[in-house]
């Protein structure tokens, strides 16, 4: 369960900014949104995202070279899904 002390949608707003920002990797996306919104360990989260540990591991230290198929699985449990963004280039903004 989430802490108290934190709203769940500012902290999915900040997690999709940071990622659109690009200055949160995906498996730190994922990792955030285990610890702050679901606040589950890793054993749970990944039992709830229908994960093996070692892949959810892999995951949150953005190693191995996961799906889109597997990204998007987690993210959806809360409400996002992967896709293609335009990059902004320095001094056309």
Do not use: H, W, Y
């Not at 934190?6 to 902290?11: L, P, Y």
């Not at 900040?14 to 702050?36: C, H, M, P, V």
């Amino acid at each position: 369960m989430k802490k108290p002390e934190e709203d769940r949608g500012a902290v999915l707003d900040e997690i999709r900014q940071q990622l659109a920002d690009g200055t949160l990797s995906f498996g730190g996306a994922i990792r955030q949104l285990r610890l702050r919104v679901t606040g589950l360990n890793q054993s749970d989260f990944a039992r709830m995202c229908k994960l093996s540990l070692r892949t959810l591991r892999q995951l949150e230290q953005d190693a191995g070279n996961p799906t889109v198929a597997t990204l998007d699985s987690v993210f959806r449990l809360f409400g996002m899904r992967m896709g293609i963004v335009a990059v902004r280039r320095r001094g056309m903004e």
